[in-house]
Antibody, heavy 118, light 107 residues
Framework: QVQLQESGPGLVKPSGTLSLTCAVS?????????WTWVRQPPGKGLEWIGE???????NYNPSLKSRVTISGDKAKNQFSLKLNSVTAADTAVYYC???????????WGQGTMVTVSS | DIQMTQSPSSLSASVGNRVTITCRAS??????LSWYQQRPGKAPNLLIY???SLQSGVPSRFSGSGSGTDFTLTISSLQPEDFATYYC?????????FGQGTMLEIK
């Protein structure tokens, strides 16, 4: 079955760029699905970051839109998140997920903790 | 943007109890409503999609209902593994948004 795995640096300096990758196994990123990123600050709730379709179309949360880019790599069967100009407020567990029926998030990666600190 | 409000924020219950969590959207979202369970240190897990459709592999004691702006998640008979945090999420329009969560604790 489809599995997702996030990877990337666990520590990013303030004003730097957070870069994460989500590797997809057991299925193709070029399927008809959308693929999405969600984050969760320590002890807080879930925040939707944005999504990408295999065609390359993207949607972003306006609260982050000026700083975020989501891209896909069909050859490597993965998609990526870049968040610029990070601050301590961007410290969170970052999850990638597959968008399924009725645009629910039906398969999730295990999540990766990213801390913004000097 | 659509705001999602869950109630209660926390809930204490005993094994075997029936519990209901509610979620209200700030505008109509038809049935584009999902429910997730999140255990500490784990990723969220999809329970219900399309307001009332049970995700494959999820026990039948979980059920969802509602349409428009008001939705409920019901657990018919609590099991020890059900003590977790539950989130609703609207996918009617972007930016997709989640409720603040309901922490279900053992009484």
């Amino acid at each position: 079955q489809v599995q997702l795995q996030e990877s990337g640096p666990g520590l990013v300096k303030p004003s730097g760029t957070l870069s994460l990758t989500c590797a997809v196994s057991g299925g193709s990123i070029s399927s008809s699905n959308w693929w999405t990123w969600v984050r969760q600050p320590p002890g807080k709730g879930l925040e939707w970051i944005g999504e990408i379709h295999y065609s390359g179309s993207t949607n972003y949360n306006p609260s982050l839109k000026s700083r975020v880019t989501i891209s896909g790599d069909k050859a490597k069967n993965q998609f990526s998140l870049k968040l610029n100009s990070v601050t301590a407020a961007d410290t969170a567990v970052y999850y990638c997920a597959r968008v399924g029926g009725y645009r629910s998030f039906d398969i999730w990666g295990q999540g990766t903790m990213v801390t913004v600190s000097s | 943007d659509i705001q999602m409000t869950q109630s209660p924020s926390s809930l204490s219950a005993s094994v075997g109890n029936r519990v209901t969590i509610t979620c209200r959207a700030s505008q109509s979202i038809s049935t584009y409503l999902s429910w997730y369970q999140q255990r500490p240190g784990k990723a969220p897990n999809l329970l219900i999609y399309a307001a009332s459709s049970l995700q494959s592999g999820v026990p039948s004691r979980f059920s969802g209902s509602g349409s428009g702006t008001d939705f409920t998640l019901t657990i018919s008979s609590l099991q020890p593994e059900d003590f977790a945090t539950y989130y609703c999420q609207q996918s009617y329009s972007t930016p997709y948004s989640f409720g603040q969560g309901t922490m279900l604790e053992i009484k």
